[in-house]
């Protein structure tokens, strides 16, 4: 069970799986059951990386293009400040959704950490949970 | 459709009462017809002609943008449509055998469905107060049929209880409804709701618990015929000599509770699942071809828009090819309704006031997940009796949708093996399109064992990899639409945005056709009182 540090309440297992239950959706390709939101299981900031984040970010952290683009994490200078990348994560930006909802403050950190020292980019030092829970 | 010169059709006469009479009689006429009443969509618009020459530059030939170039067209306007695809529709969609779909990180699925069969990844039913879609779909002749949200023969399931196996939805909601009806009648009776009911009314509610639940003379829900007549039999009736009818055994209330297969009952009981509900025959996209097809010297394919600019003048437009890139090119006109999704319009250059740009910056879009799986042959109609509706499971493929057409064909068919949305759908994104599909075989075949041995072959759309739309749809929260909402929707100069994201009606292609009338009717009056 995964603990929630953001001040939802932690879940019995039940009340996930009758979250799990609830009809798909309230609009046609869309509109999610409103709450809870199920939280990830990954832990590590590698699984979270590629079971999360890869899906937009891509595995190489290139970003890709479209209509529109992915930004690149990859040589990313915004990712100098671990603050920056963990307001992102957290409260989202422009398209991109917040996971604020979905990560713990430990899992936040633990991305933003696997992602700052890799992909081209070199910087030092990890951002601890607490800094992430100041943020939210 | 009947002739309407020969009989004139509802909409027809609609239309005739508000050329003599006004917009204001017609909607009048509507609604004493008890047609308007249901639905924001106020019956078929009709601007009056703008000055001559005066034109608009559509951009993005979806739903929204389609409504509202065949509108401003029809009253005289000088139209262009730019669009990023080489399709009409944007997400208006079906994948057939056949087609090609690379997303964003390059994984190219070729679909290899047989002839006849297809999924939609987008939007896939219509509920019929849905007045909007519905008139243009009516107006382009396409074809609908009945779309099942609920199917009583269907299965709920949980890989937690009743061991794993799969329950009918019938006998999930007559237990419930039993046991609860149960329960509040045995309150009734040990006087538990003597002060908020009067005796009357206590009787009234004990006939009306007995009917609803199934309960037996005694107020209980058990096994018997009575309860049978909603769950099912062990040996249903039957002809001649045929053994006598035995009921079915009810599940337990706490087993029941704590299933939470309860939560599915709902499904069909929002008011955009309740029945009567549409599809297009041949799939959703279907509209958007019609619609392409109705607009078609006006439409402009593989126009990818990178910069938006308006002045005292106008508004130019420049785009790129969307295959090849290369040379920069110009669109202009007098107007402009952009139907780019958010998720595109947050990333291109256009010179709007600060309220507008911050409600397109504000906006997250949702992901979402559907996979098509087809399979040798309908097993799920031919040894488990189920006709179109829907599974819902607690694994991560969520639903199963059966499809709607073509039933007791001896061919093959195509179900919809996975529609997520949240957690689900963002893992799904990180995965290949072969590991989507894998995953909704998995779950699948722990509902239904036939699976390994009848598939065939899938295709899997995430929405945040669809390299025009960058997810689903718009996700509005509460405060952003208390913040944004309005900035979003106003007229911004010569320009006005249009979509399911400037409508109420987040995700439904009803959002799209009244965004879109609604914006062609503000810009209307605009041009009218320059």
Known sequence: MIKIANGIAPRLSIAILLAALAPPARADTAAPAPEPRNPFEQQAGAEIYNGVCQGCHMPDARGASGAGAYPALARDRNLEIAAYPVA????????????????????????VNYTRPRFGNHYRGKVPPADVKAMR | MSDPAQTPSRRSLFQMIGTVAGS?????????????AESPFNGPIKLSAPPPGTSVLVLGAGIAGMVAAMELRDAGYRV????????PGGRNWSLYGGDVYTELGGATQTVRFDPGQYINPGPWRIPYHHQGILHYVNRLNVALEPFTQVNYNAYVHSTKMFGGKPVRYREVQADFHGHV???????????????????????????ALKDWGALDANYEYGKNLISAERRGYDIDPGG??????????????????????????????????QSSIFQPKGGMGQIGKAFGK????????????????????????????????????????DWCVCTIPASILSQIPMNVGGPMRAAIDHLPYMASLKVGLQFKRRFWEEDECIY?????????????????????????????????????????????????????????ARIHPQYRAEYECGVAVAWH??????????????????????????????????????????????????????????????????
């Open chain 2, 465 to 530: 990899r669809v390299p025009w739309a960058l997810g689903c749809a718009g996700e509005w929260s509460d405060e952003g639409r208390e913040q944004h909402y309005n900035n979003l929707c106003a007229l911004d100069g010569r320009i006005i945005l249009a979509g399911e994201h400037a409508s109420r009606l987040a995700a439904w292609q009803e959002g799209s056709v009244t965004s879109a009338l609604d914006a062609v009717e503000r810009l209307h009056k605009r041009v009218m009182n320059a």
């Open chain 2, 24 to 36: 204001a009689a017609m909607y009048h006429a509507m609604t004493v017809l008890g047609h308007a």
């Open chain 2, 240 to 273: 001649g000599l045929d053994p006598e009818p035995a009921p079915s055994e009810p599940r337990a209330m706490s087993d029941m509770l704590r299933s939470g297969l309860w939560a599915a009952i709902g499904a069909g009981h929002s008011y955009d699942m």
């Open chain 2, 294 to 333: 109705a607009l078609e010297p006006l439409i402009q394919y593989n126009a990818k828009v990178i910069d938006i600019h308006q002045d005292a003048g106008g508004v130019t437009v420049a785009y790129v090819d969307s295959r090849s890139g290369g040379e920069r090119r110009t669109a202009t006109a």
């Open chain 2, 80 to 87: 262009q449509v730019l669009e990023y695809n080489n399709r």
């Open chain 1, 88 to 111: 992102i994560v957290l409260k989202g930006q422009k398209a991109m959704p917040g996971f604020g909802n979905y990560f713990t403050d430990e899992q936040i950190a633990n991305v």
């Open chain 2, 388 to 444: 179109g509706g829907h599974t819902y499971t607690n694994q991560s493929n969520r639903v199963i949708g059966y499809p709607m057409w073509d039933y007791f064909s001896k061919g093959k068919g195509v179900l919809l093996g996975a529609y997520t949305f949240g957690r689900e759908a963002f893992i799904a994104a990180a995965r290949s399109p072969e590991q989507r599909i894998e995953d909704a075989l998995e779950c699948g």
């Open chain 2, 181 to 207: 009806a149960e329960l509040l009648a045995k309150c009734t009776r040990q006087n538990a709701l003597d002060q908020t009911l009067s005796k009357e009314d206590r009787e009234l509610l004990l006939t």
